[in-house]
C-alpha cells in the first residue's frame, strides 16, 4: 500500500501500518477545534497560518479538514491503531449528523458536578436554550462564557487526565507557606539543653524527639496535602491512558479531582484533591 492512499494519521513502516506522531496530534487538534465550536474552514485557515501541512506539503482546506472528521479509523481498527478516543470520534459524528444531543448525558454530569468559576470558585450554573449552545454563568460574581459543547469541556477534562496518566512529574504537592511555630522552637532549644546535660534521661530526650517530629511533621504536611499527591500518583499507575475507557476514566476523575475550574473563555483547570490546580 502506498503512503498516499492510507488516512492522514499513519504510514505504513515494513507492511505495518504505524501512527505518525506529528500528525496524530494534528488529528486531535482538528477534532478538538471542531468541538469547541471551530468551522473545518477555520480550522483550515488556523494550521495553514501555523504552517502545519496536509499530506506532500499540501494545504489545508475545507474538504481536507471534513475527510480527517468523517474517518471512523481513527477510533483504531485491526489494521490501524487508534488515534482517538471512541467517544471523541463519536462525539464529532454526533455533531457532524446535527443531532447533537442539548441534555446532557450521565458521564457528563459527573463533571458537572464539580464545575465551578475560576475567578471566585462560585459555582456554576449551565444555561441552555433551544437550539443554542450551552452557556455556562456564575451567579456569584457574573462571569459569562460562550456556547460551549458538552463534549468540548468532557474532551478537555480527558485529555488532562491522559496527560497526567502518561507523565506524573506535575503532580506535586502545592507550596504551602510554613507557619513559624514557636512551640517547635521552644522544644528544639529545650532538647540541645538537655542533650548536652549527662544528668538528662534518655526516655526524655525521646519523648522531646517525638513532640518535635509530630509538629514538624504537621508543619510540613497540614492538610495531609503529601499523602493526598501520594493517592493521586497511585490511581494514575493503575490506568493506560491510551486506552481512554470510559468507566476507568469515570472512576478516575471521581477519585482524583475535587473542582474543575472554567474560565470566561472555556478554558478548563482541574483542582486536584490535594489542592494542586493544573
Ligand atoms: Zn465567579
Redesign the pocket.
Known amino acids: 500500500m502506498k503512503n498516499s492512499t492510507i488516512p492522514y494519521g499513519y504510514s505504513v513502516q515494513n507492511g505495518q501500518t504505524v501512527v505518525v506522531a506529528a500528525e496524530k496530534d494534528v488529528v486531535k487538534r482538528i477534532y478538538l477545534d471542531y468541538l469547541a465550536g471551530s468551522s473545518p474552514n477555520r480550522i483550515a485557515t488556523a494550521l495553514n497560518s501555523a504552517g502545519i501541512a496536509y499530506r506532500n506539503a499540501r494545504r489545508w482546506n475545507k474538504n481536507t479538514v471534513y475527510r480527517v472528521l468523517d474517518d471512523a479509523r481513527y477510533r483504531g481498527t485491526d489494521e490501524y491503531p487508534s488515534i482517538l478516543c471512541a467517544e471523541t470520534w463519536d462525539a464529532v459524528a454526533a455533531k457532524r449528523n446535527q443531532n447533537s444531543c442539548p441534555y446532557m448525558d450521565a458521564e457528563f454530569l459527573v463533571i458537572r458536578k464539580k464545575m465551578?468559576?475560576?475567578?471566585?470558585?462560585?459555582k456554576?450554573t449551565r444555561n441552555w436554550e433551544k437550539s443554542k449552545i450551552a452557556r455556562w454563568e456564575?451567579?456569584?460574581?457574573?462571569?459569562q462564557t460562550e456556547g460551549i459543547e458538552d463534549a468540548a469541556i468532557r474532551y478537555q477534562v480527558v485529555a488532562k487526565l491522559d496527560a497526567l496518566c502518561q507523565n506524573h512529574d506535575p503532580i506535586q504537592c502545592p507550596r504551602q507557606s510554613k507557619p513559624i511555630d514557636f512551640e517547635c522552637i521552644r522544644l528544639e532549644r529545650e532538647f540541645k539543653r538537655m542533650a548536652s546535660d549527662p544528668a538528662a534521661k534518655p526516655s526524655e530526650l525521646d519523648s522531646l524527639i517525638q513532640q518535635i517530629t509530630q509538629l514538624q511533621y504537621k508543619n510540613i504536611d497540614p492538610k495531609g496535602c503529601l499523602f493526598a499527591t501520594e493517592q493521586i500518583r497511585l490511581a494514575l499507575d493503575k490506568l493506560q491512558p491510551s486506552q481512554c475507557k470510559n468507566k476507568e476514566l469515570e472512576a478516575l476523575f471521581k477519585q482524583i479531582v475535587s473542582k474543575v475550574l472554567m474560565d470566561k473563555n472555556g478554558a478548563i483547570q482541574l483542582k486536584l484533591k490535594n489542592g494542586q490546580i493544573l
Open positions: 465551578v468559576c475560576a475567578s471566585c470558585g462560585g456554576l456564575c451567579p456569584a460574581c457574573g462571569m
